[in-house]
């Protein structure tokens, strides 16, 4: 501190310039340093999201300023209360079964010797690693409406074709599936990272003291992994809610609207019906609702942090 | 030169009739000479193959002869590409100077589109007038906002096995539809109760009808022209949501829900390929779409394909409406080729080069004029020969092009048509179980909201 302190003090004697001096400072540096990676954000989220927002505040013809009527107009249309009530019901059962599926994978992953666990943690990476669009098309010529491949293979053992994709909630579910299909690696992978840093030493323990196996889970493994739980729980609830592909492709939204999500209802308002304003309000609408969720996810995580250190 | 002209004379010279030429140069034939001018289109990606490949040889033969570069890209619209294109330069305000827009969408740019209302004027002077569907759609505010495009405009008239309908429901549509310029016997009888009563013979039979009623464009076009031969407006001229008190829509939506039960149960999820696999598969007796399902089954069910015809759709108390779904060609206001570009589409409108587009795509392309219904390749195309006659409009079918939600002003009515508010009106009664009133309660609010903001 007295070093900088004398240095500036000698700066000013000897004639350095005030720009000298600011380029100079270690904080000047530092934000030259990462001025790359501030425009990036700046130019691909920021401007985007300052762009979407402005959007939202025009009328129809983007000729007028009209403040927040689009959000009012979307609360008072039905079709979008549907929106709302499927993208919650479509993000939190497929991020609850997802982080289910990929906990148990995990373990069972954990529990095979490390010779043959690479084998199959490639394999069960797949979905993953397979674009969604391509994948889901897979999926939409199983559940195709005339001629489903699983419908034949239940009608071999006499049990009548389920109509995945016409009825609502079987329409609903098929989403929902083929989200957790396509996401449950994830969580595997993570999970499987987290078990893989918890100490044995603290297995040893419990099992000393007599532990079961649910009370090493409870009382070891889950309180371990409580962060990168809430890390990956809110990172996929993101992911999920902003979800577009598989709901477009797969159902289009239909029947009668009942899968539709906030980004495949955006589309069809704001591109395919020409109204942009209103589109840009729908896919706005999300924000706020992860925006507290992502809040008290990353303060308890925080929390937790601190009473460790 | 040799005649004593010196090397200077001659680049004199060469730089005088270039500049003769540039003043000049969508008049005059300069086949040797260099483009000055580069102008950039981009037409939709035709279903038909081929059909990428006349619209490239046009722009060229016309860029030959203009001295004009033309450059084209063709944009898909799987994944709505072309929408996402369209919106994108719209935004940019830069892009294209020519672009193919789908059927809203020259409406919904109106403002960013040069009028060209000179081309179409000459155009109408040459070919006669143009469909009033097509006008609705393209003319804004007293002018032409986009000419109505050849490439990839369509008709989605009957599409049936003539052979299933005269068995389970006798009817010979063949003789009530010729492929020649006259009706035939039981034409008076088309109509919705016939086709209502053909629907449940045939699906007793086991070949249901293949009538989407989900939210593709196919679902959406059928119903609309139904409910137009019907009268019912969800929506005035005015912009008035009228859906709940219009006596058409109640008693279009009561037929439809008694139509409902002899369609397949699962129509509800059904896109734009499910019909056409229906009836290629054998499993369907009619369909509504143009010749591209024909086209299909003569390449992977020959023994289909031969039993298919092409006919009108059936007559309301309004009248006879075909579902109509054309394409326009657009200038942006934005190019810097306005004069080169609308040389170019004057030139592609023209009967010859719209006779070429048609006959490369099968027959698959509408022109905007009825005058250019009798195009060879309609009396010709088959197995079996004759087969799509019937589907551009010809005099004798009494018959008009529509588009649902017409005639509601564009801007609420292309939000109605892609948000499907008549197949859901539907799907609420006959799949929801809900009630008439509820269901027409329900579109009368999704509508207002349309119209609002």
């Not at chain 2, 409902?260 to 390929?273: H, I, K, T």
């Not at chain 2, 009248?319 to 589409?345: D, E, H, M, Q, V």
Request: aromatic share 12%; glycine share 8%; hydrophobic share 45%.
């Amino acid at each position: 501190m007295s070093a900088s302190g004398a240095t500036m003090t000698a700066g000013r004697t000897e004639g350095v310039t005030s720009l000298q001096r600011f380029t100079r400072r270690r904080s000047t540096i530092a934000f030259l340093m990462t001025l790359p990676l501030i425009a990036v954000i700046g130019g691909l989220v920021v401007y985007p999201a300052g762009y979407a927002m402005y959007l939202s505040t025009l009328n129809r013809r983007m000729t007028e300023f009209i403040g927040l009527e689009q959000f009012a107009i979307l609360l008072d249309t039905d079709t979008f209360w549907m929106v709302i009530a499927q993208s919650c019901i479509f993000a939190v059962s497929a991020v609850l079964l997802k982080a289910l599926i990929g906990f148990w994978l995990a373990h069972m992953l954990h529990d095979i010797p490390a010779k043959g666990q690479r084998k199959w943690r490639g394999m069960l990476l797949v979905p993953w690693v397979i674009p969604p669009a391509l994948s889901t098309l897979g999926w939409w010529w199983m559940f195709d409406p005339s001629y489903s491949s699983i419908n034949y293979l239940l009608n071999v053992f006499a049990v009548p074709s389920v109509p995945w994709l016409g009825e609502p909630w079987w329409a609903r579910t098929s989403v929902i599936i083929v989200n957790v299909w396509y996401g449950a690696p994830f969580f595997m992978i993570m999970y499987l990272a987290a078990l893989k840093s918890v100490p044995e030493q603290l297995y040893e323990a419990a099992a000393i003291d007599g532990a079961t196996g649910f009370q090493r889970l409870r009382y070891v493994t889950l309180p371990m992994m409580r962060n990168i739980i809430s890390i990956t729980v809110l990172f996929s609830l993101i992911v999920t809610f902003a979800n577009y592909d598989i709901v477009r492709v797969l159902t289009n939204g239909g029947p009668r609207d009942l899968t539709h999500v906030f980004a495949t209802y955006a589309f069809q308002v704001g591109i395919l019906s020409g109204n942009v304003p209103r589109g840009a309000a729908v896919s706005l609408f999300m924000f706020p609702l992860l925006a507290i969720f992502a809040f008290f996810v990353l303060r308890g995580v925080t929390r937790r942090n601190k009473e460790e250190s | 030169m040799a005649q004593g002209m010196t090397r200077r004379d001659m680049l004199r010279a060469g730089a005088g009739a270039v500049a003769i030429a540039g003043g000049t140069a969508l008049t005059a034939p300069a086949v040797h000479a260099q483009a000055t001018t580069t102008l950039r289109c981009g037409f939709w990606d035709h279903w038909v193959p081929a059909g990428n490949g006349i619209m490239r040889e046009l722009c060229a033969e016309w860029g030959r002869n203009n001295r004009v570069d033309v450059q084209v890209d063709f944009i898909t619209s799987v994944g709505n590409q072309n929408l996402l294109t369209i919106a994108a330069q719209a935004q940019a305000r830069s892009g294209h100077d020519i672009l193919s827009f789908p059927t809203w969408e020259p409406s919904a740019h109106a403002r960013l589109l040069e009028p060209v209302d000179d081309i179409v004027g000459r155009l109408i002077g040459k070919y006669g007038p143009i469909n009033p569907t097509a006008e609705y759609l393209a003319k804004r505010e007293g002018a032409w906002r986009a000419i109505p495009a050849v490439s990839g405009s369509q008709h989605k008239p009957s599409l049936a096995r003539f052979d299933l309908l005269q068995e389970h429901a006798g009817l010979d549509v063949r003789a009530m539809y010729p492929a020649e310029d006259r009706a035939g016997p039981g034409v008076d009888q088309w109509n919705w109760a016939t086709f209502l009563t053909a629907a449940e013979k045939c699906a007793a039979a086991g070949f249901h009808f293949g009538l989407p009623m989900g939210s593709f464009t196919d679902a959406v076009d059928w119903v609309g022209a139904f409910f137009r031969s019907h009268n019912a407006k969800f929506i005035d001229e005015n912009g008035q949501v009228t859906v709940r008190r219009d006596p058409g829509v109640r008693a279009g939506l009561e037929y439809l829900v008694r139509l409902a039960r002899f369609l397949p149960n699962d129509v509800w999820a059904w896109d734009d390929a499910s019909n056409n696999r229906a009836l290629i598969s054998g499993r369907s007796a009619l369909i509504f779409n143009p010749p591209s399902t024909w086209a299909v089954a003569k390449r992977d069910a020959p023994a289909v394909a031969e039993k298919c015809w092409t006919f009108p759709m059936p007559a309301g108390p309004a009248g006879r409406f075909t579902p109509y779904l054309p394409y326009f060609w657009g200038i942006w206001s934005f190019s810097r080729n306005k004069t080169a570009a609308k040389g170019l589409l004057e030139f592609l409108s023209d009967r010859t080069s719209a006779d070429r587009q048609t006959t490369t795509s099968s027959g698959y392309d509408i022109p905007p004029f009825g005058s250019m219904s009798n195009f060879d390749i309609w009396r010709t195309e088959g197995p079996p020969t004759g087969v799509v006659y019937n589907y551009p409009l010809k005099p004798h079918h009494q018959a008009q092009q529509s588009i649902a939600f017409a005639p509601a002003p564009a801007e609420i009515a292309v939000q109605a048509y892609n948000q499907a508010i008549n197949t859901k009106l539907v799907a609420r009664v006959a799949q929801g179980g809900e009630t008439i009133d509820q269901a027409l309660t329900w579109a009368e609010r999704e509508l207002r909201n349309f119209a609002r903001g």
